[in-house]
């Protein structure tokens, strides 16, 4: 399964630069829980709040903790429409600090098909998430674009227990575009014409689109009444994701990659309707 999608997206996203390598990454766990509150306004409108905390490097360390606040309206009683905006504070371990935060909004639309006890579902995102304080503005955007595509199946026979499964693509929509040479061992000038001591590299912009997540995920509702559920759940991520090492000034490419590899998470989250 592993080698069929790695081949199949390599045909069709290819890489933007000859001089990008590839670096496997080692496997990767970590664990999620959330706590959150949906309200009814009216037919068919909620709100919710909901603040998550994850935890990575095999559950060693805080990885994030992260407040959403979401709208959602069923425009059909088979599509619903969504907005939201979520406070992302992720934790650095190595300054064993809050890095600065970064601002996330939302959008979506989903629809629905009920058949017997199952219901099927594709959901499409948008989101943008704002950088704040100071970065490398050769590495990354300001402003990261993504755009995620996931369709999901739930299973209602089993009364108050709903297993489901889904799976899910992200795409990347501005990452950097790199122009490099590279004659094996560090970054050159690309033409006769170049002084020496400048840079062997080009950032041509932000407009390199690719997949760089596929997700799948297991897990089960279990709704103990009207007001109060559980959810239990497994994710697993295949990351595709290129990566620019360079200094700050742009003077020199430090390296360009394209890290790839699996990273698992164990979660569960409770959630409170009124």
């Known amino acids: 399964m592993r080698y069929w999608i790695v081949i199949l997206f390599g045909l069709f996203f290819?890489?933007?630069?000859?001089?990008?390598?590839?670096?496997?990454?080692?496997?990767?766990f970590g664990g999620r829980v959330s706590l959150s509150l949906d309200?009814?306004?009216?037919?068919?409108?909620?709100?919710?709040?909901?603040?998550?905390?994850?935890?990575?490097?095999n559950f060693g360390s805080l990885d994030r903790l992260q407040t959403t606040l979401a709208?959602?309206?069923?425009?059909?009683?088979?599509?619903?429409?969504?907005?939201?905006?979520?406070?992302?504070n992720g934790y650095g371990a190595n300054s064993e600090s809050f890095k600065n935060p970064r601002h996330r909004?939302?959008?979506?639309?989903?629809?629905?098909?009920h058949y017997g006890?199952?219901?099927?579902?594709?959901?499409?995102?948008?989101?943008?998430?704002?950088?704040?304080?100071d970065f490398n503005m050769y590495q990354n955007p300001k402003n990261a674009l993504t755009l995620k595509s996931r369709v999901k199946a739930l299973y209602k026979g089993f009364g108050k227990v709903q297993p489901y499964a889904y799976?899910?693509?992200?795409?990347?929509?501005?990452?950097?575009?790199?122009?490099?040479?590279?004659?094996?061992?560090?970054?050159?000038?690309?033409?006769?014409y170049s002084e020496e001591g400048e840079p062997g590299w080009f950032l041509k912009g932000f407009n390199g689109?690719?997949?760089?997540?596929?997700?799948?995920?297991?897990?089960?509702?279990?709704?103990?009444?009207?007001?109060?559920t559980l959810n239990f759940y497994i994710l697993c991520d295949y990351l595709m994701e290129k990566q620019v090492d360079a200094n700050a000034e742009?003077?020199?490419?430090?390296?360009?990659?394209?890290?790839?590899?699996?990273?698992?998470w164990i979660g569960a989250g409770y959630e409170f309707s009124f």
Not at 117 to 133: A, C, D, I, P
Not at 209 to 228: E, F, H, I
């Open 14 to 28: 290819p890489m933007l630069a000859t001089a990008q390598t590839d670096v496997a990454l080692e496997p990767e």
């Open 39 to 57: 309200k009814k306004i009216t037919r068919g409108l909620h709100i919710s709040l909901e603040e998550e905390v994850r935890f990575d490097n």
């Open 71 to 88: 709208l959602s309206y069923k425009v059909h009683p088979n599509i619903k429409l969504g907005l939201g905006y979520a406070l992302i």
């Open 105 to 113: 909004l939302m959008t979506d639309v989903t629809g629905t098909l």
């Open 117 to 133: 006890n199952w219901n099927f579902s594709l959901k499409e995102r948008f989101q943008v998430t704002h950088r704040t304080g």
């Open 167 to 192: 799976f899910e693509v992200r795409n990347y929509l501005n990452a950097p575009v790199i122009e490099a040479a590279y004659d094996g061992s560090v970054y050159v000038t690309l033409d006769d």
């Open 209 to 228: 689109g690719y997949v760089n997540r596929l997700r799948g995920s297991l897990g089960a509702d279990v709704r103990l009444d009207k007001r109060n």
């Open 250 to 264: 742009g003077t020199k490419l430090k390296s360009y990659t394209k890290e790839t590899g699996f990273r698992g």
